[in-house]
């Protein structure tokens, strides 16, 4: 039987001590999660290793899996990592331990987070609104979905919905063309720079090249989860902008992008902007959660006036750049994400936005 919120809280209730596997964005945020709507503290974040000096995690103490006890009866193991990790944590904690564990995949993760972030940060969630009427729906919807020559196959067979269209980013190099979908080298584009760019390539493509009246980007691995209902609901009420939920920071935004984006390239990204710009970033990113991945849906009008924004700023980037060889490390992408979330966060009282799940394939 597949676990529900209301079976979780009931478990946990049950358990003498919580732990949580996984000490990242995902951990602390179903921590925080866990202390806001339950007043439960966990006992100790589990990790596969540790790095090096690193004993404990947001004040809560670390333990490898070889540390766990054998013998927990009375304590639960949630596990909070991306999904991709999911088979062979559950794998090891069955030969580590007996005591009981609980995986928290993508729909969990959003029952919990979802009231974190709307009681927290004043999120508004897609299940807030009224219905819609799924007949006679007048607008067009176009998700872009970043696909690549070096994908992993997905262990599961995905349906991709029919509003859902696979772009080849970096089209122009590689030598092999994806049938079936389309290409970001055709029309106005800069795949040449997808490995620099990424993901923003296609986003780029899209923006020059494709007309609807909601225009989105999204991943071969990551995808906002939106039906059919989800859709009329979203054009009923009027809806600007719908976002997975924010990831709640371990110290603010700044902090986590840290963790993987150079000192040298933040920089960079400063040196570029106006002074009016610079006070605007970092307001931003002084705030405790962030939007991750490039993942978003909104209005032609809206998706248009985000890719000038975030363009510009990148192009600035690049000019400056120009001096030295092409990276290929996705340091554009990375720089995108933080300027994605910054236009969100900084637009959430005059845009109407809303939240959904956003789910990771594998």
Not at 15 to 27: E, P, Q, R, V
Not at 85 to 96: C, D, G, N, R, S
Request: glycine share 6%.
């Amino acid at each position: 039987m597949k676990m529900d919120a209301w079976g979780l809280q009931k478990d946990i209730s049950r358990a003498g001590d919580i732990y949580l596997y996984g000490a990242g964005i995902i951990a602390y945020g179903i921590r925080m999660a866990l202390a806001k709507i339950l007043s439960v503290e966990i006992k100790a974040h589990i990790v596969t290793q540790l790095d090096a000096g690193m004993t404990s995690f947001q004040g809560k103490p670390l333990l490898t899996l070889s540390e766990v006890p054998a013998h927990m009866p009375h304590a639960l193991i949630l596990i909070a990592t991306p999904p991709e990790y999911h088979e062979a944590i559950t794998a090891a904690l069955k030969q580590q331990t007996d005591c009981p564990f609980i995986v928290l995949d993508d729909m969990l993760q959003y029952e919990w987070m979802s009231q974190y972030a709307a009681k927290v940060y004043g999120c508004r969630l897609l299940t807030q609104f009224g219905q819609g009427q799924s007949a006679g729906i007048d607008k067009s919807v176009e998700i872009y979905m970043a696909k690549s020559l070096r994908d992993k196959s997905l262990k599961h067979e995905v349906k991709i919905p029919s509003y859902v269209y696979p772009v080849q980013a970096g089209a122009l190099h590689g030598g092999v063309r994806l049938p079936s979908v389309w290409h970001d080298d055709e029309g106005d584009n800069i795949s040449p720079r997808n490995a620099d760019f990424s993901e923003m390539t296609v986003a780029y493509w899209a923006w020059k090249n494709r007309k609807a009246d909601y225009m989105g980007l999204c991943h071969y691995r990551r995808v906002l989860a939106l039906s059919d209902e989800d859709y009329a609901k979203i054009i009923a009420n009027d809806v600007d902008v719908v976002l997975g939920l924010p990831y709640v920071c371990a110290g603010d935004a700044s902090f986590q992008y840290s963790r993987y984006i150079a000192d040298e390239d933040m920089r960079l990204l400063y040196s570029v902007l106006t002074n009016e710009e610079e006070t605007w970033l970092r307001e931003e990113l002084s705030r405790p959660y962030l939007y991750n991945h490039n993942l978003f849906l909104a209005k032609c009008e809206i998706f248009a006036d985000y890719c000038e924004h975030i363009f510009s700023i990148l192009g600035r980037v690049e000019e400056k750049e120009s001096q030295r060889a092409w990276r290929n490390d996705r340091h554009m992408g990375y720089l995108a994400e933080i300027l994605t979330s910054a236009y969100f966060t900084s637009r959430a009282n005059e845009l109407n936005i809303v939240h959904v799940p956003d789910l990771w394939l594998v």
